[in-house]
């Protein structure tokens, strides 16, 4: 058998895509209305330069109902916690407890060219079997912005206040523009 030989990864380019900020703070919900429920501050991400947001959701038992997540840049709502609005997740009316996962790409956000996010999110019973795989977005909520991205919020709510959603494990990444 040939010898194995160890080798050190190059640098990453100056322009490869590196992770800008996180939170690994899990943050839960029984609201009804939409809430901030995690963050991640302190970007400083130009609006040329391109956005991976990956995360985790989960929904408890307790009721037929669901849980959304949607999405904040800075302080504008791009993606509403609602169905059919561009939720970046969403569990089903089922009553049992789910989890899954979301990631979702930004392009460049420059003039005419503000609504052209896209993503998948997935959820999965306690079996392991897939309950939902969808596509972000139906729709979103508001153009993104122009300006360098300082926030990065999730907003949710449930349905009925005898579940309980939860977001985790929140990580942005970006590149350098050239």
């Not at 919900?29 to 991976?52: E, K, Q, R």
């Not at 038992?61 to 959304?68: K, S, W």
């Amino acid at each position: 058998m040939p010898a194995m030989t160890q080798t050190t990864p190059a640098e990453p380019a100056a322009n490869a895509l590196t992770r800008v900020g996180g939170n690994t703070t899990e943050a839960t919900t029984t609201s009804t209305t939409t809430v901030n429920l995690l963050s991640v501050t302190g970007l400083s991400i130009a609006a040329a330069a391109p956005i991976l947001i990956v995360g985790v959701g989960r929904k408890t038992v307790g009721a037929g109902d669901e849980f959304y997540i949607g999405l904040s840049l800075n302080s504008t709502v791009v993606s509403e916690a609602e169905a059919g609005n561009g939720s970046v997740y969403q569990s089903t009316l089922t009553n049992r407890a789910e989890t899954g996962g979301f990631f979702l790409f930004l392009p460049p956000r420059v003039a005419s060219y503000l609504r052209t996010g896209s993503g998948r999110f997935s959820n999965y019973t306690a079996t392991g079997v897939a309950a939902t795989l969808d596509t972000y977005p139906s729709g979103q909520t508001n153009d993104a912005p122009t300006v360098a991205i300082t926030s990065i919020t999730l907003r949710a709510h449930v349905d009925n206040a005898l579940i309980t959603g939860g977001a985790d494990e929140l990580q942005v990444y970006s590149s350098a523009i050239s």
